[in-house]
């Protein structure tokens, strides 16, 4: 009597072979991504003789903050292609070509035509694959199979690795050979990702390629005159004068408050809504501001952390000049080590745990008090802060941000209506993207000759919102019907 045995499966530390095709495509696109982000200011505001475009500080953060939020908007778009177009699937891997194209365009076009071509690109392409990354991963998994979380998890490290050893390159290339080696760095690890991905996406479940919701082909051209449209319009704002670099945040944050604003009244209108869907939907609005103000502040690092890092931080390690895009990797370290703390704490403390809208309410308040923590050295002079303050002042950044980040997309799944799964995730982006469009505009008030009034007031703003949510948090609960 022969037995047939079942060919064991291929693992990657215990997760199904092909996370290992998703976790890489996505780690070497944030670091590309964060890579990047970590000498773009530096670019936009450096002098010419040292290599950058001379741009203004102010004009040069508010690009940032605009750039940043158009990110965020471009996730909406990234989901709308994959749900109704192309899946989940394809939708990321062209994503990413897009990506590695505008690396490509900042590493070899000159002057503002690399710069604007490049951010586009990157700000389209990083929303596909942001919005579609975490889809492809679920599809990895049946609903029960008991893996899941610790697959998330690994993605999760994968991002981190990313955006951790991004700045470390870029910045040693910048400051030895220049900025468009380090763009070019860039594009090099988004290259890299993309050559493993292609080898393995054939090995993606049939779940990743599907279209969920195919869009009629009479709706297409619709929709195409739409986007042509919206295209032309912009460009009439800019030949017109209306859009420039210097309003830019400005305009962004316009478009994702109104774009917030209709996509809350749509859910809300609907008739397809329970009593108790309704009330959930309400409860997320006090959340979905907090949210907003602390991304406002969370989002400085690439603003004004950045111009703090290269005029007023002490760089000196051992007699050694430390590149300044560095201080951009020291947030994922502490990301990496934390994670699994916060993770553990949630799980032990299990019912016992703080809900949801405390969690909010801790995090504003908490990135409030990083931004106060700036105000003892300011009056240490240029190049008078150490390097330990900043250290000290992110990790600060990064218990706010795991407080709120990962509840936040957690949240938005547990209180979405049934018909509307997708818009309420939707919409903690958007929060995300209208506080780094703010972050850009608030980092134009920042004055180096006189901080403490930026940091006080944003800091003590920041603590208000919180204690108005914990305030509100018993109306907030009960609105949640019975959602933690």
């Known amino acids: 009597m022969?037995?047939?045995?079942?060919?064991?499966?291929?693992?990657?530390?215990?997760?199904?072979f092909s996370l290992v095709h998703v976790f890489g495509v996505e780690m070497w696109e944030r670091f590309s991504f964060y890579g990047m982000q970590g000498i773009l200011l530096l670019y936009m505001f450096y002098n010419t003789t040292e290599g950058g475009l001379g741009i203004p500080k102010p004009t040069a953060v508010s690009i940032i903050g605009a750039y940043g939020g158009a990110v965020y908007l471009a996730t909406i778009l990234g989901a709308w292609i994959a749900d109704r177009l192309a899946g989940a699937e394809r939708t990321l891997f062209f994503s990413a070509i897009v990506v590695m194209?505008?690396?490509?365009?900042?590493?070899?076009?000159?002057?503002?035509?690399?710069?604007?071509?490049?951010?586009?690109l990157i700000a389209l392409g990083s929303g596909g694959v942001k919005a579609n990354a975490t889809s492809v991963v679920g599809t990895l998994y049946s609903e029960q199979d008991i893996r899941r979380d610790a697959g998330f998890s690994l993605f999760y490290l994968g991002i981190n690795l990313g955006a951790f050893l991004g700045p470390l390159l870029t910045g040693l290339l910048q400051t030895s050979a220049g900025f468009h080696w380090g763009f070019g760095l860039a594009a090099l690890g988004m290259a890299i990702g993309l050559v493993q991905y292609s080898f393995g996406r054939r090995s993606l479940p049939a779940a990743s390629k599907t279209v969920p919701n195919p869009l009629p082909g009479r709706r297409r051209l619709q929709m195409a005159l739409i986007a042509v449209a919206g295209v032309v319009v912009v460009l009439v704002l800019i030949l017109a004068g209306i859009l420039t670099a210097d309003n830019s945040a400005d305009a962004v944050a316009i478009v994702t408050l109104l774009a917030a604003i209709a996509l809350f009244a749509v859910i809300l209108s609907s008739s397809r809504l329970s009593a108790v869907e309704r009330r959930r939907v309400i409860s997320f609005i006090p959340m979905f501001i907090t949210s907003?103000?602390?991304?406002?502040?969370?989002?400085?690092?690439?603003?004004?952390?950045?111009?703090?890092?290269?005029?007023?931080?002490?760089?000196?390690?051992?007699?050694?000049?430390?590149?300044?895009?560095?201080?951009?990797?020291?947030?994922?370290?502490?990301?990496?080590?934390?994670?699994?703390?916060?993770?553990?704490?949630?799980?032990?403390?299990?019912?016992?745990?703080?809900?949801?809208?405390?969690?909010?309410?801790?995090?504003?308040?908490?990135?409030?008090?990083?931004?106060?923590?700036?105000?003892?050295?300011?009056?240490?002079?240029?190049?008078?802060?150490?390097?330990?303050?900043?250290?000290?002042?992110?990790?600060?950044?990064?218990?706010?941000?795991?407080?709120?980040?990962?509840?936040?997309?957690?949240?938005?799944?547990?209180?979405?209506?049934?018909?509307?799964?997708?818009?309420?995730?939707?919409?903690?982006?958007?929060?995300?993207?209208?506080?780094?469009?703010?972050s850009g505009i608030l980092a134009g008030f920042y004055d180096e000759k006189n901080e403490p009034p930026y940091f006080g007031i944003s800091g003590f703003v920041a603590i208000a919102v919180g204690g108005v949510l914990i305030a509100l948090t018993p109306w907030v609960r009960k609105m949640m019907s019975g959602v933690r």
Do not use: C
Not at 2 to 15: H, I, N
Not at 101 to 120: D, N, R, T
Not at 374 to 394: C, K, R, Y
């Open 292 to 438: 907003v103000a602390f991304w406002s502040l969370y989002q400085q690092q690439f603003t004004v952390v950045t111009i703090y890092a290269n005029d007023r931080l002490n760089l000196d390690l051992f007699g050694w000049t430390m590149p300044v895009a560095w201080v951009q990797s020291i947030n994922p370290i502490f990301i990496i080590i934390l994670s699994g703390v916060f993770a553990a704490i949630w799980t032990k403390w299990g019912a016992k745990q703080p809900a949801t809208p405390y969690k909010f309410a801790a995090a504003a308040i908490v990135m409030g008090l990083a931004f106060l923590l700036f105000i003892p050295f300011s009056g240490t002079g240029e190049h008078g802060t150490p390097l330990i303050a900043l250290v000290g002042i992110l990790f600060v950044f990064t218990i706010a941000e795991l407080l709120l980040s990962p509840v936040g997309l957690s949240l938005s799944t547990k209180l979405a209506p049934r018909v509307f799964q997708t818009q309420i995730v939707a919409l903690f982006f958007l929060s995300i993207a209208l506080g780094t469009a703010i």
């Open 2 to 16: 022969t037995t047939t045995e079942t060919p064991k499966e291929r693992t990657f530390f215990g997760q199904p």
């Open 101 to 120: 194209a505008g690396h490509i365009a900042l590493s070899l076009l000159p002057g503002f035509a690399g710069l604007g071509a490049g951010l586009v």
